[in-house]
């Protein structure tokens, strides 16, 4: 479009809060200023972890803001999801340097959803989706990095650049869908009744073990309990040998900034916490983020606490989705379905690039035909 400008902004409190989330809307949180501006205000984004913000900001002639996107400059590729580890390995072997590259995407949230955000406004949004898209590359190109992901995007964003030559990933998560339910129950009737039985034993269990639960939301999180969480959330990152990108901070910047949209499950025994599992609220769907848990023998906590408790949540509120995390095929018989997740990647490098898309097409072949032998694992009735 002419006279639109480009800008890459080191910070996102450079971007007016409302001319940001004009352009990204109130369904999905993770794209909202205020989870963005919590996460490098905290330090959890920041150089020194690996996440340098290079927001893409575009403007009209007159200055208008039209579209953003959440970029970031990365020098590894920890904290992403979408794994990539053996393309920079094949292209260090081959004398290149992958890193750093730029990465459209929420960090450390493998959560579906836009990312190429345009304002409502916009006379045409898919012409301005593909601009976006371009500028993308040339940010790739004026900073001479290797490559640009996009992550996690929608499947129409996906379609979009993959009609002008962006390299098309597909993914698997597992997602539960509420058919009007009114009560637990009525989830569990559709299904068979073995694995009705199964539900059922496992959330006896978790609930006869002594512990407590409670479901806390915005500012009924205090301090104490988002301390308690943060030890929770060290805890599952040791036992996975991981590392701690989020900071303390973090945690208490979302219920200040997010309110009731964050929504905190937690499990005491003797009512001191023990586990607790963080999620937060889109305009139709509740978000699985973090969970954790001291150390103890209970039963089927983790399944409680993050799977049953979520699908409760969703049905005393009205919400239409669970969205639980990625990986887990254990999720396929507490009654989430596998669903496809999209990724869009551009490579600067011809050899590269060629290597890359080869790979990309038998992986999708292989990921589309386990779709359905997935899906076949689901619990729900055959007649239904």
Same mark, same amino acid.
Request: neutral net charge; charged residues 20%; glycine residues 8%.
């Given at each position: 479009?002419?006279?639109?400008?480009?800008?890459?902004?080191?910070?996102?409190?450079?971007?007016?809060?409302? /001319?940001? #989330?004009?352009?990204?809307?109130?369904?999905?949180?993770?794209?909202?200023?205020?989870?963005?501006?919590?996460?490098?205000?905290?330090?959890?984004?920041?150089?020194?972890?690996?996440?340098?913000?290079?927001?893409?900001?575009?403007?009209?002639?007159?200055?208008?803001?039209?579209?953003?996107?959440?970029?970031?400059?990365?020098?590894?590729?920890?904290?992403?999801?979408?794994?990539?580890?053996?393309? +920079?390995?094949?292209?260090?072997?081959?004398?290149?340097?992958?890193?750093?590259?730029?990465?459209?995407?929420?960090?450390?949230?493998?959560?579906?959803?836009?990312?190429?955000?345009?304002?409502?406004? +916009?006379? #045409?949004?898919?012409?301005?989706?593909?601009?976006?898209?371009?500028?993308?590359?040339?940010?790739?190109?004026?900073?001479?990095?290797?490559?640009?992901?996009?992550?996690?995007?929608?499947?129409?964003?996906?379609?979009?650049?993959?009609?002008?030559?962006?390299?098309?990933?597909?993914?698997?998560?597992?997602?539960?869908?509420?058919?009007?339910?009114?009560?637990?129950?009525?989830?569990?009737?559709?299904?068979?009744?073995?694995?009705?039985?199964?539900?059922?034993?496992?959330?006896? #269990?978790?609930?006869?073990?002594?512990?407590?639960?409670?479901?806390?939301?915005?500012?009924?999180?205090?301090?104490?309990?988002?301390? #308690?969480?943060?030890?929770?959330?060290?805890?599952?990152?040791?036992?996975?040998?991981?590392?701690?990108?989020?900071?303390?901070?973090?945690?208490?910047?979302?219920?200040?900034?997010?309110?009731?949209?964050?929504?905190?499950?937690?499990?005491?025994?003797?009512?001191?916490?023990?586990?607790?599992?963080?999620?937060?609220?889109?305009?139709?769907?509740?978000?699985?983020?973090?969970?954790?848990?001291? /150390?103890?023998?209970?039963?089927?906590?983790?399944?409680?606490?993050?799977?049953?408790?979520?699908?409760?949540?969703?049905?005393?509120?009205?919400?239409?989705?669970?969205?639980?995390?990625?990986?887990?095929?254990?999720?396929?018989?507490?009654?989430?379905?596998?669903?496809?997740?999209?990724?869009?990647?551009?490579?600067?490098?011809?050899?590269?690039?060629?290597?890359?898309?080869?790979?990309?097409?038998?992986?999708?072949?292989?990921? /589309?035909?386990?779709?359905?032998?997935?899906?076949?694992?689901?619990?729900?009735?055959?007649?239904?």
């Amino acid at each position: 479009m002419t006279g639109t400008t480009m800008i890459l902004h080191r910070r996102i409190a450079e971007i007016p809060a409302r /001319e940001w #989330d004009d352009c990204a809307g109130d369904d999905n949180p993770f794209v909202s200023h205020a989870f963005l501006s919590a996460l490098e205000e905290s330090g959890s984004t920041s150089p020194q972890t690996g996440w340098l913000p290079q927001h893409l900001v575009l403007r009209n002639g007159a200055g208008r803001l039209l579209a953003v996107a959440p970029l970031y400059a990365k020098s590894h590729s920890f904290g992403e999801y979408v794994f990539d580890q053996q393309w +920079a390995q094949a292209f260090a072997q081959a004398g290149g340097q992958y890193y750093p590259k730029l990465q459209a995407a929420v960090p450390f949230s493998p959560v579906p959803g836009p990312r190429l955000l345009v304002h409502p406004d +916009a006379p #045409d949004a898919d012409a301005l989706r593909q601009l976006a898209a371009r500028a993308l590359r040339q940010a790739c190109g004026e900073l001479g990095l290797s490559s640009v992901h996009v992550t996690f995007c929608t499947q129409h964003e996906y379609d979009l650049m993959g009609q002008t030559g962006w390299l098309q990933r597909l993914g698997v998560q597992y997602h539960w869908d509420n058919c009007d339910y009114t009560t637990f129950d009525d989830f569990l009737d559709t299904l068979a009744s073995r694995k009705r039985k199964a539900i059922r034993r496992e959330r006896r #269990d978790a609930n006869a073990c002594g512990l407590t639960f409670h479901t806390y939301r915005g500012h009924e999180i205090t301090e104490s309990l988002w301390h #308690d969480f943060y030890q929770f959330y060290l805890s599952t990152v040791d036992r996975k040998w991981g590392r701690a990108y989020l900071q303390p901070g973090f945690f208490p910047l979302l219920s200040q900034r997010l309110g009731d949209r964050v929504v905190l499950m937690v499990a005491r025994q003797n009512g001191v916490p023990v586990a607790g599992a963080l999620n937060l609220m889109g305009r139709d769907t509740l978000y699985g983020r973090n969970w954790g848990r001291l /150390e103890g023998d209970w039963p089927f906590l983790h399944f409680e606490l993050c799977y049953y408790r979520a699908i409760d949540f969703a049905i005393a509120t009205g919400l239409k989705r669970v969205e639980a995390g990625a990986q887990g095929e254990h999720k396929l018989q507490r009654g989430y379905r596998p669903c496809l997740t999209h990724s869009a990647h551009w490579i600067d490098h011809p050899g590269l690039r060629e290597a890359v898309a080869d790979y990309l097409r038998h992986e999708r072949a292989a990921i /589309e035909a386990e779709l359905p032998a997935l899906d076949a694992l689901t619990p729900y009735r055959a007649d239904l």
